[in-house]
């Protein structure tokens, strides 16, 4: 079975010791393609890196809400210079994220106003990343025009904002929270989103899947989420791994599939 590990951090320093192993045994156990993503300005460039070493692993190039202190409105230049490199085939992750504070609001929105724009003018498919700002995403969103292709990765959302996003035609990625004890209303969404607007991502090293939640998560766990997957929909394995895996390769790399 072949799985595209859509979204994960593999520049991070939680595979400084094993990043080779790690992407070994992903590929192992079927992992056919990986986007690492990129978060600040320094990330971008061990994502790109990175990417060289491997045929299988592209890029995403973006800064993250969380570290637009860590960056000043003129890098928005840096990161149009590093979308022209080779294997970048999206922009993210961006968004709004104030679960910690909402102090760097106007911050947020204007890095991820300048980075719709940048995944518009290059065609790219873009990232968003959203925790406790689904009001002040949406605005952004009704005012601008949105790139073709938009996914919400590691959907946290509830049904509203899951019936939103199909009215937008988004996608959205699920995460190992799929397979959380108290992910009700995750669950309650994967059931509701048509399979055909569906991918998955480890979000590693975080929110590893059960059976291997609180530990280090990699890409090979993708397995997993997709399972989880097709329980809730109650479809064959097989049938939903095609599936996701098919909508991952259409959205990301190739229309024609
Ligand atoms: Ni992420």
Redesign the pocket.
């Known amino acids: 079975m072949k799985y595209f590990d859509t979204?994960c951090?593999l520049d991070f320093d939680q595979f400084d010791n094993d990043r080779e192993e790690v992407v070994k045994r992903a590929k192992e156990q079927g992992v056919e393609y990986i986007l690492n993503?990129g978060?600040n300005i320094e990330s971008n460039k061990k994502v790109i890196e990175i990417a060289k070493n491997y045929d299988f692993i592209y890029s995403s190039i973006g800064i993250h809400p969380l570290d637009v202190d860590k960056v000043k409105i003129e890098d928005l230049k840096e990161i149009e210079k590093l979308v022209k490199s080779e294997k970048v085939i999206a922009i993210g992750?961006v968004g709004l994220d104030f679960y910690y504070s909402k102090d760097k609001m106007e911050k947020q929105k204007e890095f991820f106003i300048g980075q719709i724009e940048i995944a518009g003018k290059y065609n790219l498919p873009l990232i968003i990343?959203q925790r406790e700002s689904k009001n002040q995403l949406i605005e952004i969103i009704e005012n601008i025009k949105m790139p073709e292709k938009v996914v919400f990765?590691?959907f946290g959302g509830d049904l509203d904002l899951a019936r939103y996003c199909l009215g937008k035609n988004f996608y959205i990625s699920f995460t190992g929270i799929l397979t959380f004890k108290n992910a009700k209303n995750v669950r309650e969404v994967a059931k509701f989103y048509p399979i055909e607007k569906i991918m998955v991502e480890t979000?590693a090293p975080?929110l590893a899947p059960e059976p291997f939640r609180g530990k280090r998560s990699e890409p090979f766990m993708v397995k997993y989420i997709v399972d989880q997957l097709a329980k809730l929909k109650e479809k064959d394995i097989n049938e939903i791994t095609d599936l996701i895996f098919k909508n991952s390769i259409k959205f990301f790399l190739k229309n024609d599939l």
Do not use: I, K, S
Request: a negative charge.
């Open positions: 979204h951090h993503v978060t992750e990343h990765h590691c979000d975080f």
